[in-house]
């Protein structure tokens, strides 16, 4: 079971994401900004980061290139909002290992994880 930390700055979006995956994963943490995403990560080490584009003091781009940067292992998931294409291609230049698309479902969710980690 992949341990998975949460980044995102809307509580709706983290509470979502968090009765999606709790079923399959352990979350291990819950973050709502770019530089609380790599102090986590940094802390607990998880499998997967969920990571939010567009999110205040560092958005989820930088804090992936700092993730990235720091262990490149690491599997980061960037949740990105419908019309955000450019903000994705910068996403993929820090690292992501892939995205997934705002408002989402359960199944495109879990098929993203299982690209990137598999089981």
């Known amino acids: 079971m992949p341990d998975?930390?949460?980044a995102d700055d809307s509580e709706f979006m983290r509470n979502?994401?968090?009765e999606i995956l709790e079923e399959d994963h352990e979350i291990v943490g819950e973050v709502e900004n770019?530089?609380?995403a790599v102090e986590v990560f940094k802390e607990e080490?998880?499998?997967?980061?969920?990571?939010d584009i567009v999110m205040p003091?560092?958005?989820g781009i930088e804090a992936t290139d700092e993730i990235k940067s720091s262990n490149p292992d690491a599997n980061v998931i960037m949740c990105t909002s419908v019309g955000q294409e450019e903000k994705m291609k910068e996403?993929?230049?820090a690292g992501a290992?892939?995205?997934i698309t705002k408002?989402?479902?359960k199944p495109s969710v879990m098929e993203a994880i299982e690209d990137v980690v598999p089981s």
């Open 4 to 6: 998975v930390l949460i």
């Open 16 to 18: 979502l994401l968090r």
């Open 34 to 36: 770019g530089v609380e």
């Open 45 to 51: 080490g998880p499998d997967l980061v969920m990571m």
């Open 57 to 59: 003091i560092r958005d």
């Open 91 to 93: 996403a993929v230049k």
């Open 97 to 99: 290992d892939g995205y």
């Open 103 to 105: 408002p989402f479902q």
